[in-house]
């Protein structure tokens, strides 16, 4: 079965600094990646995915995120954040051609900044 | 554009009572999903529904029960609640697996935090 490890449960960074929020994942089958944000009192939405083709992947409020098959990453990065991005991030993962119910989500990387 | 709509923002319910968590779609989608939000543990998936009627177990089902009446409704029921439950429900829907053709994503609501005490 697939898996997914956020190992940074909480990024502080000042605002208009870069910052890389890592997601690896294991799974022995061609997968789907994407990464949803929550922001304070509000449930998930879709910030990118990654279903095939180009390996770097453009999603909405300027983050972007690169799929690595060698190192099974999937790591979300800004180059210059607000504040209006702290909030939580989730990596999710699940295997091809599979319903959502079969999506896996990690733990959570909480982004926190501050002018 | 599509609205996932929990019907109470926050919960408080005592040991034993009989919950109900009410979660209304509006875009026809067929598929309907209930996670439970820990903090540290992510998401994790409780039931979902492919269709009216029909229902499948996620990763944690114990302790939980569902329904589907109609299309664009999907109720989570706690039996009888305990401390344990004590969670951020969301609830979120799609109308196709995703995919390259599909494109398709999850919508979802904007959750429950439920506390029993």
């Known amino acids: 079965a697939q898996s997914v490890t956020q190992l940074d449960s909480q990024v502080p960074v000042f605002e208009e600094a870069p910052v890389e929020l890592r997601c690896n994942y294991s799974?022995?089958?061609?997968?789907?990646l994407f990464w949803y944000v929550q922001y304070p009192n509000q449930g998930l939405q879709l910030l990118l995915k990654y279903l095939s083709g180009s390996t770097l992947v453009k999603g909405i409020n300027g983050f972007e995120a690169e799929f690595n098959k060698s190192q099974t990453s999937f790591h979300l990065r800004k180059p210059s954040v607000h504040i209006s991005d702290t909030a939580e991030y989730f990596c999710a993962v699940s295997v091809v051609n599979t319903g959502f119910q079969k999506l896996v989500f990690g733990t959570g990387t909480r982004l926190l900044v501050s002018p | 554009d599509v609205k996932v709509t929990q019907s109470s923002r926050y919960l408080v319910k005592r040991t034993g009572e009989k919950v109900f968590l009410e979660c209304v779609q509006d875009?026809?989608?067929?598929?309907m999903f209930w996670y439970r939000q820990d903090p540290g543990l992510g998401l994790r998936l409780i039931y979902f529904s492919y269709d009216v009627k029909m229902k499948e177990k996620g990763d944690i089902p114990e302790g939980y029960s569902v329904s589907r009446e109609k299309k664009e409704r999907f109720s989570l029921i706690l039996e009888s609640a305990s401390t344990n439950q004590t969670s951020m429900y969301l609830c979120?829907?799609?109308?196709?697996?995703?995919?390259?053709?599909?494109?398709?994503?999850?919508?979802f609501g904007s959750g429950t935090q439920l506390s029993v005490l």
């Open positions: 875009m026809d989608h067929e598929n």
């Open positions: 799974s022995s089958v061609s997968v789907y």
């Open positions: 979120a829907s799609s109308l196709y697996a995703p995919s390259e053709a599909t494109n398709e994503k999850l919508f």
